[in-house]
Structures are given as C-alpha cells and as structure tokens.
C-alpha cells in the first residue's frame, strides 16, 4: 500500500515498506534510523532496530543474541572472540647499567 510508506520508505512489489539503505529500519512507514549496539531502543520487538544482525532489543537498549558476545562494536560468536588475540601490554625496555670494574 504505497501511500502508507513515508520519507525515504518506499514500496516494493510485495506492497511492504522498505528503507533505501541497511542503517534504517520501517517503524509505521517511517524510516527510522537503526540504533547502535547498547544504545536505547524501543523495545517493542521490532527485530530490525538494531544495527548488528545479530543483536535484538532486549530490556531497552541494543544487545547481543544469545551465543554472541559484543566486541568493539559488534556481535561476534564465542569461538570468534575466543579466537581474537588478546591485547598485549607494551613493555617499557629497561636498561641496566653494568658497573664499571676499578683497578
């Protein structure tokens, strides 16, 4: 139903509204914008409104499916974020002083 589709929503063959890009959602014919990983949402059950595909509206705010975990931004399965090296801390080199030998 073409006339229900607002803004940038526009109607496809199978008279459903859809967003011109991947970071909008279609909330009542509106495109609206997808929301960030822990930001808030509407909670409403809207499976779209997150950014992450693999994150779903939970208790307010954007989170990750269950057996995905948040990693920079993301959603990334256990095994992938196990596979991640770990961030090393940088050593300070030290340097010694060899006392020098008196005759």
Known sequence: VQHQCVDDAVCQDDDV????DDSH???MGLC???????????GAGITDECRDTNAACLHDSCQCND???????????IAEWMATPSPTTPTTPTTTTTPTPTT
């Not at 509204?17 to 011109?20: A, E, F, L, S, V």
């Not at 609206?32 to 949402?41: D, F, P, S």
């Not at 057996?67 to 399965?77: A, E, M, Q, S, V």
């Open 67 to 77: 057996g995905y975990t948040p990693y920079h931004g993301k959603c990334i399965t």
């Open 32 to 42: 609206l914008r997808k929301v960030e990983l822990g930001k808030v949402c509407s």
């Open 17 to 20: 509204c859809r967003c011109k």
């Open 25 to 27: 959602y279609v909330k």
